[in-house]
């Protein structure tokens, strides 16, 4: 079958993973090495020691690369261990543009690690594409955005802004964990790297932790692979496995996810002790229309605010099947509370300024029955 011709869930199934060669094995084996034999001085089969790479990450990034539209993955021992090689690429003095309602850890390793390197960050509202163009500067070296932002659920136009960054010759990088390419890919839209902690939907089981950077250019497969072999910051080959059972339900389970996340959105949407849902598929979203354009579904991350921190703390303590927990993605429903766990570091103002209150609650909708899912939060949100 022709490259071109192969649709998602046969490439989630197959690139990167044919069957092994010594025993036919369908499951690509986890290589527990961490050197190789060599069979001469400067001859070997392709492997000389597992930081550098190993066969089982090297199958798994041959697939997420083919999943991204990338020519190359290198994946990472976490999500925040793949943006730390991201900025690898800049030198003191470079300039990056941010969305300024990212995930929290980014921009704590922005703002209280790297800047100490002489790197220089600005935040800006990247749903609006020309706070983008203003933010760019003679020194701007990448624009990194996340759409949706976490937990705002506030969507950027990436081939508009790719349009901006490329005219300034700038590159763009696209952090897609909460969508995962099923239902977006930034690159077909002009992104020139994609990242993801692959500890949330790509895994889609709890059970763990990952990132990965797609790339578009051969500078970028020699530049992460050089931070890959520099920094040892690599995935194991356990971890790596565990991606590769993970990915192949992808299409099946992000499917599950989004036709829940959206029946939880309307339900929640019309429950009195409910202020506000943030969910790009409700059509009272202010880029609903933007949603329906560049992306292929609207998944099941969203958030909801119920007014105050008592009314939240009620509720969630009162949860049985939703697990109150850090992360997403998991095949369970997750539920979170941003202000005291996931952007907690910003502090209060910054908080304010995101809009992110202390009645605001984050639900990552998992793939149970979508009755006891909501429920639980009827009874959950009566407590409350």
Known sequence: ?????????????????????????????????STYVQEEIGKNKGYEYSRVSNPTRT?????????????????????????TALCTMMKSGDHVVCSDNMYGGT????????????????????SHAESVDRAIRSTTKLV???TPTNPMMALTDIAAVAD??????????????????????????GAD???????????????????????????????????????????????????????KTLAVRMRQHDANGRKVADWLRKHPKVRKVFYPGLPDHPQHALAKRQMSGFGSMLSFDLGSLEAANRMLKKLHICSLAESLGGVETLISHPASMTHAAIGEEGRRKLGITDGLVRISVGIEDVEDILADLDQALTAA
Request: proline content about 3%; aromatic content about 10%.
């Open 59 to 83: 199958a798994l990034e041959e697939n997420f690369a083919s999943l991204e539209s990338g020519i190359s993955a290198h994946v990472f021992a976490s999500g925040m261990a793949a943006i």
């Open 107 to 126: 921009t704590r390793l922005f703002d209280q690690v790297l800047v100490r390197y002489g790197l220089e960050f600005t935040y800006v509202d990247t």
């Open 193 to 247: 790297i994609v990242m993801h902690s692959t500890t949330k939907f790509l895994n889609g089981h709890s059970d763990g932790l990952g990132g990965v950077l797609i790339g578009t250019k051969p500078e970028h497969a020699e530049t992460f692979a050089f931070v890959q072999k520099c920094t040892g910051g690599i995935l194991s080959p356990f971890e790596c496995w565990l991606l590769l059972r993970g990915v």
């Open 164 to 189: 901006i960054c490329h005219r300034h010759g700038v590159e763009l990088s696209v952090d897609n964990t909460f969508m995962s390419p099923y239902f977006q890919r930034p690159i077909e839209l």
């Open 144 to 146: 990194h955005i996340e």
């Open 1 to 33: 079958m022709a490259e071109e011709k192969k649709g998602f869930s046969t490439r989630a199934i197959h690139d990167g993973q044919s069957a092994d060669s010594v025993t036919g094995a369908v499951n690509v084996p986890i290589y527990a090495s």
